[in-house]
């Protein structure tokens, strides 16, 4: 599945999220502390400034937030590149004034990361890069090429030069360093948002084919009577139209499309009305309603039921829902994908939980990322025999992730573990050696309460936009 398709968003596209706005009242803030420090350094400690200069660099950021303000619209949403010159803007101007006010021996020289870890949230790696290689040489040229601080004396206000090398390493490293720890949190929570917003989506497709297939199996059961009647009443026509050929041909015909249009009809739908009996199910019934699409893929699924300690010999009704649904479905499928012949479904119950373990025969996960299993957009690269052997998959990693989230929400625990070593070559086609997924329900939580006598079917549910 493309990104695309998901509706997922790149970081180009996440940096078309900034307002103009947004960057005009940061900029207003930045330039109200500029002018309140040039006027505390000059007022308060006499010290001698170039102050046209200085007013000249805070002018050019005035002018511009003005100039931003009165021709592009408040809700205009910044591009890439749009974004990428603003803060290259601020970031030339900060250091233009730091380069007027002592350098490095100015202590507000630590702003300058302010711009690049901006970029690192919002900008793409390339932006980022470019802004961390700027701000890195205009620090580096601010060591030897600055104006000093001079007091009302005329004497210069400078720190040792060890402190000079030292406010420049740290500056340095905190460039790598933030700049790196602000864009590994952001994508985190960027990757979270997406596989987030890819479980609702699927949870939504899975819910709108659950209603049709109410809205079909209603249709199936109100036509069904309708076409009973057509279809008898067009034998007793043909029958009483023995002596006129032509007519008797057109009676055949309609009890002929009458019969085509119940057979659509079965096809598409299996119950009639609201079937209240349809929210819940058996199981194993259940199990393999998931399990159905994957049965032609070429792979053997075994399914296995049974009472546990204490349960009783009957299988359990569970609540039918599409999140319970999809989320075994996603665990199959990814059983099936990586299978070597078969895959084994385990459902047991006792009075107290309702166990389903998916096993294959397959390698496994891979040791090292099995306390990661289940993460966003997590998936091991594949061998070029996989590969070959598997030529169709591409999986963007959600899978496993759509999977427990929605068997989560459904008040499951799930846990990953491998029957085996995975990195053993002994073992025998069709054992089972493979990755172990088992999804465990508190009994209450699954179980569907005892239908009222009589409560089968119920009115057809209103179709809302």
Same mark, same amino acid.
């Given at each position: 599945m493309a990104n695309s398709e998901l509706g997922l968003t790149s970081e180009y596209q996440r940096s078309n999220w900034i307002r103009l706005r947004t960057m005009i009242l940061l900029r207003w803030f930045a330039i109200i502390g500029q002018l309140t420090a040039i006027t505390?350094?000059?007022?308060? +400690?006499?010290?001698?400034? =170039?102050?046209?200069?200085? +007013?000249?660099?805070? #002018?050019?950021? &005035?002018?511009?937030?003005?100039?931003?303000?009165?021709?592009?619209? =408040?809700?205009?949403?910044?591009? =890439?590149?749009?974004? /990428?010159?603003?803060?290259?803007?601020?970031?030339?101007?900060?250091?233009?004034?730091? +380069?007027?006010? #002592?350098?490095?021996?100015?202590?507000?020289?630590?702003? &300058?990361?302010?711009?690049?870890?901006?970029?690192?949230?919002?900008?793409?790696? %390339?932006? @980022?890069? @470019?802004? #961390?290689?700027?701000? /890195?040489?205009?620090?580096?040229?601010?060591?030897?090429?600055?104006?000093?601080?001079?007091?009302?004396?005329?004497? *210069?206000? %400078?720190?040792?030069?060890?402190?000079? +090398?030292?406010?420049? @390493?740290?500056?340095?490293?905190?460039?790598? /360093?933030?700049?790196?720890?602000?864009? %590994? *949190?952001t994508r985190e929570m960027n990757a979270m948002s997406d596989a987030l917003a890819a479980t609702q989506m699927a949870l939504a497709r899975a819910q709108k084919l659950n209603d049709l297939g109410g809205v079909v199996a209603a249709a199936a059961h109100e036509l069904g009577t309708p076409l009973a009647t057509i279809k008898l009443t067009s034998a007793e026509l043909a029958d009483d139209l023995e002596d006129r050929p032509d007519l008797r041909e057109d009676a055949l015909l309609i009890r002929e499309q009458a019969d085509r249009c119940r057979d659509i009809l079965r096809s598409m739908g299996r119950a009639g009305k609201d079937d209240l009996h349809m929210r819940y199910a058996p199981l194993v019934e259940v199990i393999r309603e998931s399990a159905e699409p994957h049965q032609d893929r070429g792979k053997q699924i075994v399914l296995e039921e049974g009472a546990g300690p204490g349960g009783e010999y009957a299988q359990p009704q569970i609540l039918r829902r599409p999140e319970v649904i999809h989320g075994l479905r996603n665990l199959i499928q990814n059983a099936v994908d990586f299978a070597a012949s078969t895959v084994w479904i385990e459902a047991l119950w006792t009075d107290d939980v309702i166990s389903i373990r998916i096993i294959d025969d397959g390698r496994g996960f891979p040791q090292h990322l099995l306390g990661r299993i289940g993460d966003p957009f997590m998936r091991r690269r594949r061998s070029e025999a996989e590969r070959k052997a598997r030529p169709e998959y591409e999986g963007m990693g959600l899978g496993l992730f759509i999977a427990k989230t929605l068997l989560e929400r459904s008040g499951a625990e799930l846990s990953f573990a491998n029957a085996s070593d995975p990195f053993a070559q002994d073992h025998p086609k069709g054992e089972r050696r493979g990755a172990v997924v088992e999804v465990v329900w508190p009994r209450h939580k699954i179980v569907a309460k005892a239908a009222q006598p009589g409560a089968g079917l119920g009115e057809n549910r209103p179709i809302e936009a």
């Open positions: 505390v350094a000059q007022k308060l +400690y006499n010290l001698q400034l =170039e102050l046209g200069l200085c +007013y000249l660099a805070v #002018g050019v950021s &005035v002018v511009g937030n003005l100039v931003a303000i009165f021709v592009f619209p =408040e809700n205009k949403r910044l591009s =890439e590149t749009e974004n /990428f010159l603003m803060v290259m803007f601020d970031l030339l101007q900060l250091c233009f004034l730091l +380069y007027l006010t #002592g350098g490095l021996h100015n202590p507000f020289s630590l702003l &300058v990361l302010g711009p690049v870890t901006v970029s690192a949230s919002v900008l793409s790696l %390339r932006s @980022t890069l @470019t802004l #961390g290689l700027t701000a /890195f040489l205009l620090v580096s040229g601010m060591v030897f090429y600055h104006l000093p601080l001079r007091t009302e004396m005329g004497f *210069i206000l %400078r720190i040792p030069d060890l402190f000079v +090398y030292g406010q420049w @390493t740290a500056i340095t490293i905190a460039l790598v /360093f933030i700049s790196v720890y602000s864009r %590994r *949190i």
